[in-house]
């Protein structure tokens, strides 16, 4: 199964415009369609950021997707600190990326990521889409 992570700015995309690719990369994760890698530093960080009063999103909403993302998430430990992103908080991701040994991290700021970090290689919802939509058809 396809391994992914998803950076927070495709989780707070997803919760707030319906019918966005972040939804749907979102959707797949949560359904199972493709297995989603967190951590508990990344999982806090989904939570920090949710809850930020400017996004006003309502707490329960919050509340039920973290916990559809933690029911459908294997919980990964990283053991390896990272310091390869533009924006130093970023380093979770990949460090989450490489103790799940997923194969794509999702975001919608690839200029913060490098291109490919060990087996990961970093890519933006559209592409991303566009992978697990070749890779259903046999491509």
Known sequence: ???VVLDTN???SAMLRSGSLPEAALSMAVGGIVRLCISEPV??????????PKLRIDSRK??????RIREASVV???SIRVKACVDPDDN???E???????????TGN???FPDVWKKTKVVTPREFMEMIIDTQRGK
């Open 110 to 112: 690839t200029a913060h």
């Open 10 to 12: 495709i989780v707070v």
């Open 76 to 78: 990964v430990s990283p």
């Open 92 to 94: 979770i991701f990949l």
């Open 43 to 52: 999982v806090s960080e989904y939570q920090e950021v949710l809850n930020r």
């Open 62 to 67: 919050v509340a039920t997707a973290l916990a």
């Open 1 to 3: 199964m396809i391994r």
């Open 96 to 106: 989450c990326a490489e103790a799940g040994e997923a194969n794509y991290l999702v």
